[in-house]
């Protein structure tokens, strides 16, 4: 019983972790936009997303490291490939960040690989 209550806490914790992640990565996105767009708001967002990276390094998540590294389809989705963009089989560009819960993969980075 008890390590089927275990399992379950850990279910619900992932479950969690996945629906946080989306609102992470729309952070992500708004920082990406005009660097000249009104400061105070970036700057909140800014504050946001290092909250959010705290709260989820305190969990345990981790980002899955994605550009200039070889691709593992364990770790990385790939979304296209492009030819001739350094080393064959290396990631030149993240289209959305991947996360591992300790080393079980939460969701899995989405990338551009060379060919």
Do not use: C, M
């Amino acid at each position: 019983q008890q390590r089927r209550a275990d399992e379950a806490i850990s279910a619900e914790r992932e479950r969690l972790l996945r629906l946080i992640l989306p609102a992470a990565d729309n952070l992500t996105r708004a920082l990406k936009q005009d660097p000249a767009a009104e400061d105070s708001l970036r700057q909140g967002v800014e504050l946001t997303r290092r909250e959010f990276d705290r709260i989820l390094t305190a969990e345990g998540v981790t980002r899955i490291a994605t550009v200039g590294n070889e691709f593992n389809p364990e770790w990385h989705e790939a979304l296209a490939t492009v030819p001739n963009q350094g080393e064959p089989n290396t990631i030149v560009e993240e289209i959305e960040a991947g996360y591992k819960l300790n080393d079980k993969l939460l969701r899995p980075a989405q990338v551009i690989v060379s060919t």
